[in-house]
């Protein structure tokens, strides 16, 4: 097909869903398209299907809706290209707008996760702060109810050591082995017993009913029914940024992580620097070509920092298959000033343990009280740590501490401005080394 047939197939499917185009914008997405000659249709439709998850202002697409989708499109490929190695190290590294975030609310009578659509303003209403204590419920009690001491597992199941996914085995249709179209039908994680041996395994897209009868299971998808033997996860949701991780990229991203064995992450926390010192820091690093060239610098702010707020304190990043949480708060010191009930010291005596346990157990960044600390009521669920990180960076004020809960590596890299303490963080074996400088 000519440029002329491609431009006209482009604008009919993108018309089909309720999309016109600028200029521009038609440009960039013939750009895209052409970088997979052999596989035009393909990349046309997961173009499409990526646009219409956008949270968009109008239907009438500019250049910079299409390049925010095709930037992203691009850096999953090069991710799993291990031939691309640019590509494939700027990929590896993913910082997660806070803004864009999505936002899911539990429903505890159909027991499935809804996507908020729409836009979210900064200045809620007063049903946003009583939703907002009202989500931490529900959501706490959605764990509750998925724990193993409080829920009989409805199948066999595996559990892998890389993550929480249950793994259940299935016999699919030949059918739809020959024409390898198995992606058609994702299943979300969660499942539901709603009716008498009737199973609903259910996304944001699809409901699926699974029937047993006398260890016999049949799959019913519309008119189809199938009899299964194994049910198989083949991807899991990223559900900070909503996309899609199917099992064959995750594995290549998983093996590239472990070949990252020189990549390290360098944490200083409480670091204070005027205009002036931000300026030397600056001229220090570009005095030194390696570290500039090889080197990523982000920049967190922290609660003493003029004109913000708690909600920019906070970071999440990903690198390649681990999700990293950063959050610049002197944590411990509120907690333990707002607590009612002094800690059990059975188990540990240490604060800093604690204190982990007690985010992990609440599912939350900053469990605290609105009138101790303050959120924007609509992005509270930015702070949520359910699913759970694998790995959780306090950087607080109190003496550096590492500590692994449930899985998941807790570290505080201490306060460099008062002991020159930092730690550093090797993410293909999750390890924590605290270190200062000598004085």
Not at 110 to 116: A, G, I, M, S
Not at 247 to 276: H, P, T, Y
Not at 332 to 337: D, F, K, P, T
Request: proline residues 5%; hydrophobic residues 40%; aromatic residues 12%.
């Amino acid at each position: 097909m000519g440029a002329a047939g491609t431009r006209k197939k482009v604008q009919r499917k993108f018309k089909l869903r309720g999309f016109t185009f600028k200029v521009e914008a038609l440009e960039e997405a013939l750009a895209f398209l052409s970088r997979f000659p052999d596989a035009e249709d393909d990349a046309l439709d997961l173009l499409i299907d990526e646009i219409d998850k956008e949270s968009l202002k109008s239907s009438i697409l500019d250049r910079e809706a299409i390049h925010r989708v095709v930037s992203l499109l691009l850096d999953a490929d090069a991710a799993v290209d291990p031939s691309c190695t640019v590509a494939s190290n700027r990929a590896a590294l993913r910082v997660i707008d806070a803004f864009v975030i999505p936002r899911f609310r539990y429903d505890p009578i159909k027991k499935v996760f809804y996507e908020h659509t729409g836009r979210l303003p900064i200045h809620g209403e007063a049903g946003d702060k009583a939703a907002l204590y009202r989500d931490r419920y529900q959501l706490l009690l959605q764990r509750l109810s998925r724990d193993k001491y409080f829920s009989r597992p409805a199948f066999d199941t595996e559990i892998t050591d890389s993550d929480s996914c249950e793994t259940i085995r299935v016999l699919y249709p030949e059918r739809l082995k020959e024409k390898e179209e198995i992606s058609k039908f994702p299943l979300h994680p969660y499942y539901s017993l709603l009716q008498k041996l009737v199973f609903f395994f259910h996304d944001l897209n699809i409901l699926l009913s699974i029937k047993s009868f006398s260890g016999t299971m049949s799959i019913h998808v519309g008119f189809h029914r199938w009899r299964i033997e194994k049910i198989h996860c083949h991807y899991s949701w990223d559900l900070t940024s909503l996309v899609v991780v199917y099992c064959q990229q995750k594995k290549i991203l998983s093996g590239l992580e472990k070949k990252a064995v020189n990549d390290m992450f360098v944490i200083l926390s409480d670091v204070w620097l005027d205009n002036d010192e931000f300026g030397k820091l600056g001229e220090m690093i570009e005095a030194r070509p390696r570290l500039k060239e090889q080197s990523r610098f982000l920049f967190i702010p922290g609660p003493d920092d003029a004109d913000l707020t708690a909600f920019v304190i906070f970071c999440r990043i990903k690198f390649y298959t681990q999700e990293i949480v950063f959050f610049r708060q002197d944590l411990l010191y509120r907690m333990r000033r707002s607590s009612l009930i002094p800690p059990s010291t059975e188990e540990t005596s240490d604060p800093f343990e604690h204190l982990v346990a007690t985010i992990t157990h609440q599912g939350h960044l900053c469990p605290l009280p609105l009138t101790v600390q303050p959120i924007i009521w609509n992005y509270d669920h930015c702070l949520q740590l359910y699913p759970t990180p694998h790995t959780i960076v306090l950087g607080d004020r109190n003496e550096q501490k590492a500590f692994k809960y449930t899985g998941i590596t807790c570290f505080n890299p201490g306060s460099f401005s008062n002991d020159s303490t930092f730690a550093a963080y090797r993410p293909c074996t999750k390890e924590v080394e605290l270190s200062a400088l000598e004085s």
